[in-house]
């Protein structure tokens, strides 16, 4: 059974850094793309970041480029996503997500989600 447990969510001021962290378990991150969604209030899930097995180099959607970083740490079956100079509009819900294929596209393809952690950016 796969499970994806996020944590480091909370309550920051615009321009200051988070650290989130999901660890995995019931899968091998080694074999797994990992990656993370968000939900902000009123607004689809979209796609953060993602991390293939095959790839050294997570892929970002645009507005996270230069700001997040996402990064793995095989020993501990866990990856991590650092984000700095965070804005109001990067407040929702957070997600980790995995995927035993390529990275989705969209939150239909996502085959298995954690339990989501709340950012909140004031202004």
């Known amino acids: 059974q796969v499970q994806l447990v996020e944590s480091g969510g909370g309550l920051v001021q615009a321009g200051g850094s988070l650290r989130l962290s999901c660890a995995a378990s019931?899968?091998?991150?080694?074999?797994?793309?990992i990656g993370w969604f968000r939900q902000a209030p009123g607004k689809e899930r979209e796609g953060v970041s993602c991390l293939s097995p095959i790839d050294d180099n997570p892929n970002y959607t645009d507005s996270a480029k230069g700001r997040f970083t996402m990064s793995k740490d095989s020993t501990k079956n866990t990856v991590y996503l650092q984000m700095r100079n965070l804005k109001p509009e990067d407040s929702g819900v957070y997600y980790c997500?995995?995927?035993?294929?390529?990275?989705?596209?969209?939150?239909?393809?996502?085959?298995?989600w954690g339990q989501g952690t709340q950012v909140t950016v004031s202004s």
């Open positions: 019931g899968i091998d991150l080694a074999y797994y793309t």
């Open positions: 997500v995995a995927s035993a294929y390529v990275c989705p596209r969209s939150s239909g393809e996502v085959e298995n």
